[in-house]
């Protein structure tokens, strides 16, 4: 019967099916009955779902009775339980717990090299949102954002492992973490290039920017510092690149209130000073040069300005481009 009417599933998750047998019809009918006097006895959890299959003792119909987030519909009991054991893992939800005090957290601090083996030796006692607050006013902002960026990366392994069964080693966290940073970095550098219709090399500029703001704002700002760089150049007819679609965007229809279009708007009053001028998209890989030269500022200090002759950083990219 079994083979028949429910081969992939047990009884108390059976349908009735198309045509069934009086016998099959009979049995089901009091499969509701059985449903509220039965709970499934936890082996691995493996196999349970925590929503629609009776576990729970106790009085109730067995299953958890808490609103169901979609995204947490396919969970099993296995979820709750301790990596590697059938204890319940009580300390799921202790995020300190999670991104500090455990030992896998500690390896990772460890390796970052960032001196933070152990919250509660290291003085930073409290709830996360306080030990985060202290970060935040005692740090530098480079350490702050490499912080932020293992707490960002513990936390995902951790629900990585508890809803996927998947397990990241604690070099796989630090190299995550260790490419986000060189991205953050990246996108807090500006890198400007100009170059004559021919695609000759004429001028160019590099500097950090104050990384206080989202990617897009960054961008934003970045504009703004080369159009009020090569407005002060005397150049008035030009064509600025940028691999930003939605700042190109933004510069033709300037809408909202947030401070990325304030800045836009910053932008679009500088616009006005060229007698010609476009804002135009290209793709990154048409955009290597302004990205090397930005890369090149964190082997270097203050602000960097080269005329007529390019620096080495990008001279092979611009001899290829040349070619291309």
């Known amino acids: 019967m079994k083979a028949k009417y429910f081969p992939n599933c047990d009884f108390l998750q059976a349908k009735l099916g198309v045509n069934p047998s009086d016998m099959w019809r009979s049995i089901h009918a009091a499969k509701e009955m059985v449903k509220q006097g039965s709970r499934r006895r936890i082996g691995d959890g493996e196999q349970t ?10 009085d109730n119909d067995g299953c958890l009775t808490n609103e ?10 296995v979820n709750l339980m301790e990596t590697g054991s059938k204890r319940w893992d009580e300390e799921d939800e202790d995020a300190t717990h999670v991104l500090f005090d455990c030992s896998y957290a500690r390896s990772v601090w460890t390796q970052i090299q960032m001196g933070l083996t152990d919250v509660s030796t290291a003085g930073y006692e409290g709830h996360i ?3 985060i607050q202290h970060f935040a006013e005692k740090c530098s902002r480079g350490n702050f954002a490499l912080i932020l960026l293992v707490c960002g990366n513990l936390w995902n392994r951790r629900n990585r492992l508890v809803w996927d069964r998947v397990n990241v080693s604690e070099f796989g966290v630090q190299a995550l ?4 940073l060189h991205e953050w970095k990246q996108k807090c550098a500006e890198g400007n290039v100009i170059r004559d219709e021919h695609g000759q090399f004429i001028r160019a500029r590099n500097h950090k920017l104050q990384a206080l ?3 897009r704002e960054d961008e934003a700002l970045g504009l703004k510092e080369a159009l009020s760089w ?4 005397g150049y008035k007819r030009c064509v600025f690149e940028t691999d930003a679609k939605e700042l190109v965007e933004a510069c033709r229809s300037a809408r909202g209130n947030t401070y990325f279009h304030l800045i836009v708007l910053d932008c679009i009053d500088l616009l006005k000073h060229y007698d ?3 804002v135009d998209y290209v793709p990154r890989s048409a955009n290597v040069v302004a990205h090397e030269l930005a890369r090149a500022i964190y082997s270097m200090s ?3 300005e080269w005329v007529d002759t390019p620096p080495d950083c990008i001279r092979d990219v611009l001899i290829i481009d040349s070619i291309e």
């Open 49 to 58: 779902n925590v929503w629609h299959i009776p576990w729970l003792p106790g």
């Open 68 to 77: 169901m987030p979609q995204e947490l519909e396919h969970i099993r009991v």
């Open 129 to 131: 949102t306080d030990i």
């Open 177 to 180: 973490v260790m490419n986000m």
């Open 213 to 215: 703001y989202s990617p």
């Open 230 to 233: 090569v407005k002060e150049l």
């Open 276 to 278: 010609e001028v476009l």
């Open 302 to 304: 203050g602000v960097h």
